[in-house]
C-alpha cells in the first residue's frame, strides 16, 4: 500500500510542478485545468508557440506523463 501513495505523491508532484510552470507562461487560463485530455494534448502541441527556454522542455515531459497517467 504504500507503494501506491509514493506514486499518488510522485504525481502529485508532478501536477504541481506543471502548474507552476504553466503559471508563469503565456497560456489561455482555460487551458491550465489538467484534468481534463483535451487541455493535456492541446498544450502538447502549443505550449511551444508563444514560450521558450528550458522550461519548455521540461514542461513537455510532465505533460507527457500526466497524458499517460489519463489514458
Request: without cysteine.
Given at each position: ?9 510522485f504525481?502529485d508532484?508532478g501536477l504541481l510542478?506543471?502548474?507552476?510552470l504553466?503559471?508563469?507562461m503565456d497560456?489561455?487560463?482555460?487551458r491550465r485545468d489538467?484534468n481534463?485530455?483535451?487541455?493535456i494534448?492541446w ?13 519548455v ?6 505533460l507527457r ?6 489514458k
Amino acid at each position: 500500500m504504500s507503494e501506491i501513495n509514493n506514486l499518488d505523491m510522485f504525481q502529485d508532484a508532478g501536477l504541481l510542478r506543471l502548474t507552476q510552470l504553466l503559471e508563469n507562461m503565456d497560456i489561455p487560463k482555460m487551458r491550465r485545468d489538467l484534468n481534463k485530455p483535451s487541455n493535456i494534448r492541446w498544450l502538447q502541441r502549443n505550449v511551444a508557440i508563444n514560450n521558450k527556454g528550458p522550461q519548455v522542455h521540461e514542461v513537455f515531459e510532465l505533460l507527457r506523463r500526466e497524458w499517460m497517467r489519463l489514458k
